[in-house]
């Protein structure tokens, strides 16, 4: 099978994670350009059965593009392909008749190719359209929502997904330059990049800092566009109920946000953050859903081969076989 261009980020040890069984059924919950489904459907055999789903058409374009045939000429894996979302997992399994999984898997944020096509609107890099949807076709662009949202919703969306110090003051420098431009007001990522990046120097007063200072609005406002993290809490919750004991749920963040709350997740998930008792020191309950969890980073020679493996964080966790133990 020809492989895709684009270079997976922690590749091997998602693999390794996973477990591949060759008989058995594997979502990718987040296709993007098929590195990491590719990989797993090299593994199965022709009993296997690979389930890729992404929101966005190009991707899923691009995934029914492909060959989907083995290097050694052997009967390939089925492969099933679909335009979804996290929230709609257990819908498409339902679908598919596709009863429970072996593994699950999440690679979180933008893929490269969202960030480099300029008429997605994602990157503050090239100039284009404000839209930031993963799907086109569905729900508000970022300039709608940044066109009617008041000060406060901006602040706290600013605040909450980015983390963004000055999110008063950017929000309040959106909606001054609302009113002056009215309907001409945000049509281009580099506009509102600039806006963002004039509030930012005048705060920070010769502070270099190393990220461009658009980065963290721009990922609130992706954010709030995909309602990504409600789409996340979505996503973590159907894997836990459609794995088969055994199966591993494994997800790739690649900032703080997003890694924090599967951390989060897979700690209340696996009773690392259990009551004890006071006396005995013994969990109150024991039907934790999952074994402890693991964490792995990218070595140097990935990340010199691979940049944005440098923020890359893969946590998994297996399912217990006995969860009232």
């Keep these: 099978m020809h492989h895709a261009l684009h270079q997976p980020v922690l590749l091997e040890a998602t ?5 591949v069984d060759p008989c058995g059924c594997y979502l990718d919950a987040t296709f993007g350009r098929g590195g990491h489904a590719v990989a797993i459907h090299a593994r199965l ?9 992404d929101r966005d ?3 899923v374009a691009y995934g029914r593009s492909l060959a989907w045939q083995r290097d050694d000429g052997r009967p390939a894996a089925r492969v099933d392909l679909m335009q979804s979302r996290f ?33 997605r609107g994602f990157s503050f890099r090239h100039d284009g359209p404000l839209d930031m949807r993963m799907n086109p076709n569905e729900g508000i662009s970022a300039r709608q929502w940044l066109l009617q949202a008041e000060v406060e919703e901006l602040t706290a969306v600013l605040r909450s ?17 609302r009113e002056r431009f009215g309907d001409q007001a945000l ?3 580099g506009e509102l990049a600039e806006l963002v990046r004039k509030v930012l120097r005048r705060k920070a007063r010769g502070r270099d800092e190393a990220k461009d200072p658009a980065t963290r609005s721009f990922q609130a406002i992706r954010m709030q566009v995909n309602q990504e993290s409600a789409e996340l809490d979505a996503g973590l919750e159907a894997a836990r109920e459609c794995l088969k004991p055994g199966g ?9 946000l997003e890694d924090r709350r599967v951390k989060h997740y897979l700690a209340q998930a696996s009773g690392a953050r259990a009551k004890t008792d006071p006396v005995t020191g013994v969990p109150e309950r024991r039907d934790w859903p999952f074994e402890a969890p693991q964490r792995v980073l990218a070595d140097a020679l990935e990340v010199e081969r691979n940049p944005r ?11 217990r076989h006995d969860p009232g133990r």
């Design 15 to 19: 693999i390794a994670a996973l477990g």
């Design 45 to 53: 055999g022709s009993e296997g059965r690979l389930i890729a789903i």
């Design 57 to 59: 058409p190009q991707a």
């Design 87 to 119: 929230a709609q997992i257990a819908a498409v399994l339902n679908r598919l008749e596709v009863p429970a999984l072996d593994g699950v898997l999440f690679d979180l944020g933008v893929s490269s190719p969202q960030l480099d096509d300029p008429a």
């Design 161 to 177: 997904n980015g983390e963004e110090r000055h999110a008063r003051a950017i929000a309040q420098a959106i909606q001054d330059h």
């Design 187 to 189: 049509r281009s990522t």
């Design 248 to 256: 591993v749920l494994a997800v790739i963040s690649f900032h703080s």
């Design 309 to 319: 493996a440098r923020s890359a964080v893969l946590r998994y966790a297996r399912k």
